[in-house]
Nanobody, 126 residues
Framework: QVQLVESGGGLVQAGGSLRLSCAAS????????MGWFRQTPGKEREFVAA????????YYADSVKGRFTISRDNAKNTVYLRMNSLKPEDTAVYYC???????????????????WGQGTQVTVSS
């Protein structure tokens, strides 16, 4: 089992930045990638970004491309999501997730992920 804990959410003005962290523990050797998703009330969980290893391939949703950056610190078993130029429509609960399926494909749906964190709220004011 993999345990994930997100942190770094908060309230920020439009145009500002935040960095989310997701620390993994447990059977981290069974992880092949991690992703970030977000969800607002009444809507389905939406893919934001993902990173896969080895190789470090990354993939972003069109809505965040050029503004968000996903990165990984192997030594700390932590994945980060740097969010710049935030917009009010980025307001959501952000979740990180672990992909424990080997291979090269980057998961972009919630079904591709096996373990989830509890989420962290990001609120962008206009």
């Amino acid at each position: 089992q993999v345990q994930l804990v997100e942190s770094g959410g908060g309230l920020v003005q439009a145009g500002g930045s935040l960095r989310l962290s997701c620390a993994a523990s447990g059977r981290t050797f069974s992880m092949y990638g991690m992703g970030w998703f977000r969800q607002t009330p009444g809507k389905e969980r939406e893919f934001v970004a993902a990173v896969r290893w080895p190789g470090g391939s990354t993939y972003y949703a069109d809505s965040v491309k050029g503004r968000f950056t996903i990165s990984r610190d192997n030594a700390k078993n932590t994945v980060y999501l740097r969010m710049n130029s935030l917009k009010p429509e980025d307001t959501a609960v952000y979740y990180c997730a672990a992909d424990q399926t080997p291979g090269l494909r980057v998961g972009v749906t919630s079904y591709d992920y096996d373990s989830w964190g509890q989420g962290t709220q990001v609120t962008v004011s206009s």
